[in-house]
């Protein structure tokens, strides 16, 4: 099977992207609640469909690029779900980050399908150029089904684990460490203004040595330049409320202390209640440091 | 100026290979409370002087590298300091991560001579190599008169703003994102292990994107690797406990909220009380996730 046939629901900030890479080399047929988006990914060279139901009726491959597990399900399995038509040995491949147990709880729903469990991380930009990385739980047979779009995807595609719940565990590891960096570098730059130092040569210099993060140079700048300016937003904040409640969640499941991750899910939920939800993840800063 | 007689007091981890690498260019005299550091800097090239007051005697340099405030205070307003002894007009060259409050109350104690705040960062192999990170605060007339020192121990130098304190300012920062980086490689590890994903796979996973950092790419490693096992001393546990402290009295100081700062604090203060002051920092994962 070296051209599948895809379908793409959710076409949001990352699965418009994908499904417009993934229209220019496989048929793609696409659904968003919003029709607007589906318009979209009809220029992007994709085909409409009116349901889930009907987006995944004659797929080998089912991409699901919502935001959380509560619209998966009703992606799958809620009204005109896309789990009633989808032919059977076909791959549904998860992209959405919504934690090990809930990969697990729908590939149990799913037993005349084959989960692919494969959070991306990335941004909408690599998503639409194929510079994904994603991390993987699949066995081999449904990766075999799944790997062309895999492939089409990713720059890099790491399977963790044969399980569905292993690429979200991993995911869920590589939100620690994002949410945290991004926690620490806004830390940084709020104590370099309440010092008086100037916040851009700090972070700049600080990019060079042992204190550096791909987070302190990609966000540090942003918090710097457009301090609680609304900033372009690259990644919500909100999606760190929701991925570091995962990492809680597997910890506490794991029994594993993680007291930075805990610290960093309350500043970013001290910023959600700020009224920064839609911002970009950088205005956090604004938490530590509310003055201009 | 261009060869100036330097003194070197405190011939540790970082001060022996410093003075190694200076007397190489420099006429070095150098004093250590310990006389096997003492001869092993007579090795490298230094004059061994028998006090911090004899060590100072016609020195145009003095360079601190010291542990901690307690050690500075010791060596210059101590019996036989240095202080005493020092030609009028001098530089010092405080190197000594000490906090900003420190620094100045040292450069107000030193109505004579002329202090370099300049604590550096790089460990013990780049200071032999002259490769480290010097963050400076010091005016310029201070500065000239230490430039060459600073020189020809850094690779990169950034003066950061005229006052003494500036510089520590700046070091603490860099250590409050270096003790994060750490603590949360250390969580990433434990919560690995806990899920029963291999963690060289997922250090090595995630230091290709958005997840990484140095301290994640340097430190990961030994924490997967020597698992509780006595990895190699690069750099003690608790340097952090010190630096840490700094970071949260700068913090109350100008009222920032730091609390991944005061979390990971909180854990290296538990790893000292574990018994692990003088092991690697990386054998912080063990509070976290301590069985084999």
């Known amino acids: 099977m070296s051209s599948p046939r895809v379908s793409v629901i959710g076409l949001g900030a990352m699965g418009l992207p994908m499904a417009g890479h993934l229209a220019a080399a496989f048929p793609v047929t696409a659904f968003d609640v919003d029709a607007d988006r589906r318009a979209a990914a009809v220029e992007r060279g994709a085909a409409e469909a009116a349901s889930p139901a009907a987006a995944a009726a004659d797929a080998d491959v089912l991409l699901l690029a919502v935001r959380d597990q509560q619209q998966v399900e009703a ?12 032919p059977e040995g076909a791959a549904v491949v998860l992209t959405s980050t919504v934690g090990p147990q809930a990969a697990r709880d729908t590939a149990a729903r799913l037993p005349h399908h084959r989960l692919v469990d494969a959070p991306v ?11 994904l990385l994603i991390v993987v ?11 062309p779009v895999l492939d089409r995807l990713s720059s890099t ?3 963790i684990g044969p399980r569905p719940g292993d690429g979200q565990a ?5 939100q620690l460490l994002a949410g945290v960096h991004i926690a620490a570098a806004a830390e940084a730059v709020a104590l370099a203004r309440g010092i008086g130092l100037d916040p851009a040569l700090v972070v700049e210099t600080l990019s ?26 690259r990644s919500r904040l909100d999606i760190f409320v929701k991925d570091m409640g995962i990492v809680g969640e597997l910890a506490r499941e794991t029994g594993v202390p993680t ?8 500043l970013y939920l001290l910023g959600e209640r700020a009224g920064l939800a839609a911002e970009d993840d950088s205005a956090v800063v604004t938490v530590l440091s509310p003055q201009r």
């Open 121 to 131: 991380s990335g941004g909408p930009t690599r998503a639409g150029a194929g510079d």
């Open 137 to 147: 739980g699949a066995d081999d047979e449904a990766l075999e089904i799944a790997r």
């Open 259 to 266: 007291p930075l991750a805990a610290a960093a899910h309350q």
């Open 208 to 233: 060079r040595g042992a204190a550096s993060s791909f987070m302190l140079s990609d966000r540090g700048p942003r918090m710097v330049e457009a301090y609680g300016d609304g900033a372009e937003v």
């Open 75 to 86: 992606a799958l399995f809620g009204p005109d779900g896309a789990a009633s038509t989808l």
């Open 157 to 159: 595609c790491t399977v």
């Open 170 to 174: 991993l995911k869920a590891i590589n």
